[in-house]
């Protein structure tokens, strides 16, 4: 059975920001030798709500498949972790149980799916790489599905992450109904629209979508940010 996280990291001055921004491509070399670390992506964040154009430079994220959680935590007695504990002034984990997938992250399919567990919090991860000949059209349409998405009553959370700026994006939501996320994505005008023309003209070179059991949520933050999510079951 695998293990899978996502952890958020806030970077409080501006020596600490660099560094994080340096770790985008120098982090690489140690996360790829980890053991028990099946699948990871280190990326940056958006300003605003979802997809973001804007970036916020104070916080990342890390996304995790591990083989076991017993990995997971011997992993944070690693080096380089030790020293991003040492730049960051707030840290946030998601323990995420992935029950519904489609699509491929880089052509892979990293998430070992399970039987959904009884949960009052679920998250998404909804990511696409964009055509460079479509970037424009895709950012064009974006506003109008985040304007609306931020009235959402069941949405609880909701961030822009990434790996590279304009082309690699995804968000990170989390929902107290899973009806409510799937009237969203399916049912809301707008939203519809955007998907329907991203069909027809083909705007993604790749996309995920995977709905996750939100089992466990914990850490400490700068601001109220997590800390007034409700608890796990």
Do not use: C
């Amino acid at each position: 059975m695998s293990y899978t996280k996502i952890s958020f990291f806030h970077f409080p001055n501006k020596a600490s920001k660099w560094w994080a921004f340096k770790q985008m491509q120098l982090a690489h070399e140690n996360l790829a030798q980890v053991s028990g670390l099946n699948f990871y992506r280190l990326m940056g964040s958006g300003a605003g709500e979802g997809f973001s154009i804007k970036p916020d430079w104070s916080v990342y994220t890390l996304l995790q498949v591990w083989d076991t959680e017993e990995s997971a935590i011997n992993f944070n007695q690693s080096a380089w972790y030790q020293d991003l504990l040492n730049q960051i002034n707030g840290e946030w984990h998601f323990d995420l149980s992935p029950y519904h997938s489609k699509g491929t992250w880089k052509g892979e399919k990293p998430f070992v799916l399970e039987k959904p567990e009884d949960h009052n919090l679920m998250a998404v991860i909804t990511r696409a790489r964009i055509k460079w000949t479509h970037l424009l059209p895709f950012w064009i349409s974006v506003p109008a599905v985040s304007k609306v998405i931020s009235k959402q009553k069941s949405l609880l959370f909701q961030k822009g992450i990434g790996e590279w700026p304009l082309i690699e994006q995804a968000t990170f939501s989390i929902w107290n109904r899973e009806q409510a996320m799937k009237e969203f994505a399916y049912q809301q005008a707008e939203h519809r629209k955007v998907v329907q023309k991203t069909r027809k003209l083909k705007w993604y070179k790749e996309e995920q979508f995977t709905r996750f059991a939100v089992l466990n949520h914990s850490g400490s933050w700068p601001n109220s940010t997590f800390e007034n999510l409700p608890k796990t079951l």
